[in-house]
């Protein structure tokens, strides 16, 4: 944890002085993706010994992949490697350190390393194995044409901004970062000179940083304050579940399980300060005419902690994982795209018992709660106190369902997961049954959702 700590606060420096003296208008791109990929080299060494192989051997594995596979596979393929090793990995923390966290921790570092391994994959695929109209809106802004250099491969996987904590991102707004047409990019979707502007702003990312610091620090001294005192064990503690009643305990499950965010907070908003403090994230100007720096921003805090639907709650916690979930398996499975997608997610987090726990259990409720959306909400639109009143129930009923979806995640064991559940005698678990047993299910857009342009094309075909 120091060590994170410390090459967090060290490449928060080096981003700034990245940013300064290696910009865009200082140093070549050339310059630029190799000074990032050996800072990013030199953190994983400094951050996990040896490793750090791990890592390397994965990359250099699929840059093979990338360059020998066919298009029309090579997204398979390097689903099927990265995963793979990832799993394996994974496997080795239980078999062989027997539950344990290692001090050197190298699975966070590979977990983003796959997420943006496959992200690639899939976007070459679409760029180069598929037509512009067989493609969403979306899938045709992110494909990639070409195949990257090696060095481009490399700086995209292992640049020091997001080695350690990630967020991934998508590949082409990192080489326009790297290029300088990140900012540009953006800021030509305003009509300025409607603004009084005679030419582009140049937004500076110091304010935004300042501010991800300050909840960064806040959210550091809550973890060392609350979490250690509201360990999530608590809750299955023999004498706590003799003499507590059921709804006391409820209480308490919300507490621990708020006692147990900060640590994600604080490792979240560091990670993006720090590729907001290189000039990377920039995702445009809102209404109010704001600069706004969130395009790698993980957590939206106030609408998790404000949300009133399991969907608006998932939305907004770890949003670049649940980007990548969207865009690797949820776009491209041809059914069950829901439960597939949590299936993934928990593949993806490890093979502890407890994520299983969480993400088949998370299956159940979002289908549940979209059911009571999709057939109820519209009852309670107006006036609006029924409104107000809706929310209310919502938000408790959301935040009590997340508190009961997650806590296996943290216990991460069969024995305390199924102790925790028998205390809380399952009624999520009914309670969704019955409401999918009940209320109308109506069809997911996925199933009948078509590409850009296919209404189009339909349309000249029957013509």
Known sequence: QINFVACQLFALLAAFWFRIYLGPSHASSAVRHAFATLFGIYFAVFCFGWYSIHLFVLVMMNYGIMNMASIPNIHRYSFVVAMGYLTLCHISRIYIFHYGILTTDFSGPLMIITQKITTLACQLHDGIGRQAEELTAEQNRLAVKTRPSLLEYLSYLLNFMSIIAGPCSNYKDYIAFIEGRHVHMKLL???????????????????????????????????????????????????FLDKTPFLSRLGYLYVVTQAAKPKYYFAWTLADAVNNAAGYGFSGVDERGTFRWDLLSNLNIWNIETATSFKMYIENWNIQ????????????????????????????HGIYPGYYFTFLTGILITLAARAIRNNCRHYFLSPVPLKIAYDVVTWVVTQLAVCYTVAPFVMLAVEPTIKFYKSMYFHMHILSILVLLVLPIRPQAHSIRKPQNQAMLNSLKSK
């Open 189 to 239: 979707e305003v009509n300025w000179k409607q603004k009084g502007y005679d030419r582009l702003p140049d937004p500076s990312p110091t304010g935004a940083v300042m501010y991800k610091l300050c909840i960064t620090l806040v959210s550091l001294i809550l973890f060392l304050t609350l979490t250690k005192n509201f360990p999530m064990a608590c809750i299955i503690d023999n004498e």
């Open 321 to 348: 994982t649940a980007a990548w979930l969207k865009r690797v398996c949820y776009d491209r499975a041809p059914w069950y795209p829901t439960a597939l997608t949590f299936i993934l997610s928990a593949l993806w």
